[in-house]
Antibody, heavy 117, light 107 residues
Framework: EVHLVESGGGLVKPGGSLRLSCAAS????????MSWVRQAPGKGLEWVGHIVTISHGGTSTYGAPVKDRFTISRDDSKSTLYLQMDSLKTEDTAMYYC????????WGQGTMVTVSS | DIQMTQSPSSLSASVGDRVTITCRASQGISHYLAWFQQKPGKAPRSLINGASTLQSGVSSKFSGSGSGTDFTLTISSLQPEDFATYYCQQYSTYPFSFGPGTKVDIK
């Protein structure tokens, strides 16, 4: 069974940094594209970014609101996806979800990030 | 960037009703369209990808159709567990993008 578990969320001050992790199991992580999606309180879903497999170059792509501040990476030896978030803003406050594939076929339970002074 | 719109933004329906939600892309996305269901306080759940391919374990009362710019999600006979918010997402062109959602509640 495909299983994704996000962790690393918490309270951080504006301008601060946080790294989220997504531990994967039950499928071939090495051969899977992976996505991050977020949802601000009471709002809709927002695509954060996406990383392709290492065999396809391991490149990541981002949505405009997070580009140049967030970095997606992967450690296939640990079946873990990461989201490094720098220069955090109050508008980054959201539940962050990881998902399998370009179309997020399976989602984790999410980890909450609150950016506040 | 590709903009996704959904209509209606909300609807009220009764158990047993047939419900159709429309999703439109601002430019052609072929069949690279996914549908998700989200209940309050829960993570989204994938229903359909490739515009019409049902995810494993998803009830056949859900169906998707469309290609290019216009897509629909149909629930053939609404059940109490189907009251939720539904989102579409295009994954044709970066940056990928979601529709604003359609909330389905009880009439």
């Amino acid at each position: 069974e495909v299983h994704l578990v996000e962790s690393g969320g918490g309270l951080v001050k504006p301008g601060g940094s946080l790294r989220l992790s997504c531990a994967a199991s039950g499928f071939s992580f090495t051969n899977s594209y992976m996505s991050w999606v977020r949802q601000a309180p009471g709002k809709g879903l927002e695509w954060v970014g996406h990383i392709v497999t290492i065999s396809h170059g391991g490149t990541s792509t981002y949505g405009a609101p997070v580009k140049d501040r967030f970095t997606i990476s992967r450690d296939d030896s640990k079946s873990t996806l990461y989201l490094q978030m720098d220069s955090l803003k109050t508008e980054d406050t959201a539940m962050y979800y990881c998902g399998t594939g370009s179309a997020s076929d399976t989602w984790g339970q999410g980890t909450m990030v609150t950016v506040s002074s | 960037d590709i903009q996704m719109t959904q209509s209606p933004s909300s609807l009220s329906a009764s158990v047993g009703d047939r419900v159709t939600i429309t999703c439109r892309a601002s430019q052609g996305i072929s069949h690279y369209l996914a549908w998700f269901q989200q209940k309050p306080g829960k993570a989204p759940r994938s229903l359909i990808n490739g515009a019409s391919t049902l995810q494993s374990g998803v009830s056949s009362k859900f169906s998707g159709s469309g290609s290019g710019t216009d897509f629909t999600l149909t629930i053939s006979s609404l059940q109490p567990e189907d009251f939720a918010t539904y989102y579409c997402q295009q994954y044709s062109t970066y940056p990928f993008s979601f529709g604003p959602g359609t909330k389905v509640d009880i009439k």
